[in-house]
């Protein structure tokens, strides 16, 4: 199983990006997607999930309205679009994998497989 994930950067507050996870090595569509992050001196927290099978999602409060995760089945990468950032948004940002069929939900221990992280960092 891997995960690569890239498209983090520098931008400025209220700027976009858009994250990318690259994955191989399981069986996509059994597999639930996660994107998490973590900014020094603090927890890991989660910032949208979506469930392969049925394109389901899920995002915190912090990210619903500006952030939207969506999955291209075909090409087994999964997206994080990333708008109107906030600085409280810096962090390295990470996709992990978990199969579905364990009633995996968006809580970063739940997930097995780990992508190494983009830093993202906005500027005020």
């Known amino acids: 199983v891997q995960l690569q994930a890239s498209g983090g950067g520098l931008v400025q507050t209220g700027g976009s990006l858009r994250l990318s996870c690259a994955t191989s090595?399981?069986?996509?569509?059994?597999?639930?997607i996660g994107w998490f992050r973590q900014a020094p001196g603090k927890e890991r927290e989660e910032v949208a999930c979506i469930a392969s099978s049925d394109a389901k999602t899920y995002y915190p409060a912090s990210a619903k309205g500006r952030f939207t995760v969506s999955s291209g089945n075909t090409n087994r990468i999964v997206y994080l679009q990333m708008n109107n950032l906030k600085p409280e948004d810096s962090a390295i940002y990470y996709c992990a994998t978990a199969p579905e069929d364990n009633g995996v939900g968006c809580l970063w221990d739940e997930y097995d497989y780990w992508g190494q992280g983009t830093q993202v960092t906005v500027s005020s």
């Open positions: 090595g399981f069986a996509f569509d059994d597999y639930a």
